[in-house]
């Protein structure tokens, strides 16, 4: 009983950790949100800070499988799902917040930015394709989609990508830090094109 | 307070009582703790005859719109000398001591020299203004600056009546302004009018903001204000003035010539490539999620004074 209840423990608690892990840059956010320290413009940073936060949990989500073949730790496997699904959650807070802070819900002004603006357009899409993704994410859908649920899953390389586009097109000088994500996207995809070469 | 968009000029009682409030606010010491304004508020105390006396009362100043705070003004812009963050330069600019400092004017001008910015700007009558200021990246503040119109300046250089443009260039001295260390920019920093622009009264030499020296992080000791064009245009830390019969290549359209003209003229119907330029978000008194955005007006709400200078121009091609 007790011993059911220790290994029970054992193999929740590291998820349940991660998850709260992955509640703290939003806690953050509410927290400086709270203080008024949202900088002179808090549409912006939030906007921003959401944007950033999703791309970083997409390339750690991308990074999993990566790590658990050149560590030899299979065991890591367990959080790409949550992973997978923090990035969809952060970049639907990103996409909502663009929609009601930023634009106060003004549509013909979003189909308008969806269809004229290249970056807004990519990322539109990035988070468009993940939404199916997020849905398709449960046991009971793995098991449903069989086959079909990897195929569909390998939209995420395509979504990296244009989440990659989506930061590139939308900065005025300096590309820096984008660049630096698209590199470590690009290296993590082009881990998985040598492994598929082999 | 809320922006108030439908506050006109026409209720010229208003705007007195408004601007005498306002000087009778300065005088109290009440504004530079930031943040207060008087709008076009008719219920706005009329001040003392005395605190009225000194008050400019330009019909060109903002008077119907929340200040933005000071604490924003001087925290939250673009310095890339300094940073390419928007509260970089004021975390990183506050050992830049402006002092001495000289000003190179030359080209086509009567007096060509080295000057000590003291001398170059002796005589030019001082005054404060209160301008809207929009960058190209769409967000909009409104400032009290403190400085002199431009034409005091160029009246005083006489420059020779084949100068067409005036160009203006940032200090270069990547000691001092270390982010020149990287090559971002094709330093220095370059900007230009043309004379009748240069000429035009609301064209502005800063030297001070909110009553007070220039901050660092803003472009101390001296910078251009041109109100009715994308903030790129309001070059800080001067040390360069010339004048010139050809066209001046500013930093930016050198950059991306595609997306950045010379005019930089603030127009809600030319878009910017990537994004739109229809509307801002206003900086103002107190930063807010729920501040909504506000529509951008043809040469930044300065279309009276500043239109005519382009007449029968393609704005869309001389963007």
Known sequence: ?198 | MKFRPDCHQNEVTDEQIACHRRSFLKNAGLLATGGVLAGCDSRAQPASDKAAKGAECAPYNVLCEDITAEKYATSYNNFYEFSLTKDGPSRLAGDFNPHPWTVRVEGLVESPAVYDLEKLIAGCHQEERIYRFRCVEAWSMVIPWNGFALHHLIKKLRPLSAARFVEFETLYDPKRMPNQNRQVIPWPYREGLRMDEAMNELAFMATGMYGKPLPNQNGAPIRLVVPWKYGFKSIKSIVAIRFTDKQPLNSWHQIAPQEYGFYANVNPEVDHPRWSQASERRIGAKASLFNPRIKTLPFNGYGEYVAHLYKGMDLRKFF
């Open chain 1, 1 to 198: 009983m007790l011993q059911d209840a220790v290994s029970r423990f054992n193999q929740r608690f590291p998820k349940v950790a991660l998850i709260i892990l992955l509640t703290l840059p939003f806690a953050n956010l509410v927290y400086l949100g709270l203080h008024d320290d949202l900088s002179a413009d808090p549409v912006e940073y939030v906007l921003h800070y959401t944007g950033i936060w999703a791309l970083r949990l997409l390339l750690l989500t991308l990074a999993i499988t990566p790590l658990r073949q050149l560590f030899g730790a299979p065991v890591l496997i367990r959080f790409r799902r949550i992973l997978g699904i923090a990035t969809w959650v952060y970049a639907t807070l990103h996409f909502a917040v663009y929609l009601s802070l930023d634009l106060q819900f003004d549509f013909a002004h979003l189909w308008q930015d969806i269809l004229k603006r290249p970056y807004i357009t990519v990322g539109f899409l990035a988070w468009l394709l993940m939404t199916p993704l997020a849905l398709t994410s449960s046991n009971r859908a793995v098991r449903a989609l069989g086959r079909r649920w990897k195929k569909l899953h390998r939209l995420i390389y395509l979504i990296t990508l244009l989440a990659c586009l989506h930061f590139i097109w939308l900065v005025k000088a300096d590309l820096f830090e984008p660049l630096i994500y698209t590199a470590i996207a690009l290296l993590l995809l082009f881990y998985r094109l040598v492994k598929a070469s082999r």
